[in-house]
Antibody, heavy 121, light 110 residues
Framework: EVQVVQSGAEVKKPGESLEISCKAS????????IGWVRQLPGKGLEWVGI????????RYSPSFQGQVTISADKAISTAYLQWSRLKASDTATYYC??????????????WGRGTLVSVSS | QSVLTQPPSASGTPGQRVTLSCSGG????????VNWYQQFPGTAPKLLIY???QRPSGVPDRFSGSRSGTSASLAISGLQSEDEATYYC???????????FGGGTNLTVL
């Protein structure tokens, strides 16, 4: 059974760094893209980016390029989303999901429950 | 302002057939396949339809998808109260080099 288990909610201050994670199981982690989707409070879905764990090939949405870093450790089947300096506008729920198909034309078929990131002074 | 346009709300009565629309352009829906996701309040999205009209295993055949030109549609037949959710369409945009989503349609079962 495919599972995507995300780390717990975070409360941070502006300017702080943060890394959230998601651990996948039930499939070959290295041979599927895995990615992140942001949902601002009460808003729709936004694609953040994806990573191919086998070689760490990473693709970012232009909206998030330079704002976050996506990484993966295939040895422990875990993907990460990292911020070096959080802003209040980063407050959102971040979903991790497995992508089936190609990087640009695939679909997210298995989703984590989401990690709520709250940034406030 | 979302690249893909979905009506913010829709409604239907139990047993009815409803169709949700998703309008895009020549750089997204016009040349790429469309996926649909269902989201209940406070929960993660769930894949409902992929590649325009394919249902993942476990999704009832009451749900069907189609694409024509630069628009896509999600049809729900035999509407049930448990279908009350928000539905998002999504696809790749070749001009933006980005995955784009619609703003979502909040479906109410009256």
């Amino acid at each position: 059974e495919v599972q995507v288990v995300q780390s717990g909610a975070e409360v941070k201050k502006p300017g702080e760094s943060l890394e959230i994670s998601c651990k996948a199981s039930g499939y070959s982690f290295s041979t599927y893209w895995i990615g992140w989707v942001r949902q601002l409070p009460g808003k729709g879905l936004e694609w953040v980016g994806i990573i191919w764990p086998d070689d760490s090939d990473t693709r970012y949405s232009p909206s998030f390029q330079g704002q976050v870093t996506i990484s993966a450790d295939k040895a422990i089947s875990t993907a990460y989303l990292q911020w070096s300096r959080l802003k209040a506008s980063d407050t959102a729920t971040y979903y991790c999901a497995r992508l089936s198909g190609s990087a640009s034309r695939g679909h997210f078929d298995y989703w984590g429950r989401g990690t709520l990131v709250s940034v406030s002074s | 302002q979302s690249v893909l346009t979905q009506p913010p709300s829709a409604s239907g009565t139990p047993g009815q057939r409803v169709t949700l629309s998703c309008s895009g352009g020549s750089s997204n829906i016009g040349i790429n396949t469309v996926n649909w996701y269902q989201q209940f309040p406070g929960t993660a999205p769930k894949l409902l339809i992929y590649s325009n009209d394919q249902r993942p295993s476990g999704v009832p055949d009451r749900f069907s998808g189609s694409r024509s030109g630069t628009s896509a549609s999600l049809a729900i037949s035999g509407l049930q109260s448990e279908d009350e959710a928000t539905y998002y369409c999504g696809t790749w945009d070749d001009s933006l080099n980005d995955v784009v989503f619609g703003g979502g349609t909040n479906l109410t079962v009256l």
